[in-house]
């Protein structure tokens, strides 16, 4: 998990197979032996937390590139993710917290 959790550029398994010499399965049945649920899982949270420490900057966001930055498709990819982690779109979460910005 340390070489998904150090930074937001890791954003497919396959990434996370390359940086260990290891094939696709590799992760995959280790996360499921020693962590309890697939590296897809890990690496969507991360995406989804750098999101949420964004936010807390209370700087204006441009949604587009947070969504690039992370390898999201496209804006609606990210805010469809973020909904269905959150039940919200992104700029909803935002509002609710003071310093948020939207």
Do not use: C, N
């Not at 150090?6 to 590799?26: I, K, L």
């Not at 900057?57 to 909904?83: C, I, K, M, N």
């Amino acid at each position: 998990m340390a070489g998904i959790a150090a930074g937001p550029t890791v954003t497919r398994v396959d990434e996370v197979a390359d940086r260990f010499g290891t094939t696709v399965r590799g992760p995959q049945r280790l996360f499921a032996e020693y962590v309890g649920i697939g590296p897809k899982w890990v690496i969507r949270r991360y995406r989804l937390r750098e999101i949420t420490e964004r936010l807390a900057t209370g700087d204006e966001v441009d949604w587009a590139r947070p969504a690039a930055d992370l390898g999201y498709a496209d804006q609606a990819h990210l805010s469809r993710d973020f909904r269905t982690v959150f039940g919200e779109p992104p700029t909803g979460y935002a509002q609710r917290y003071d310093g948020f910005g939207g």
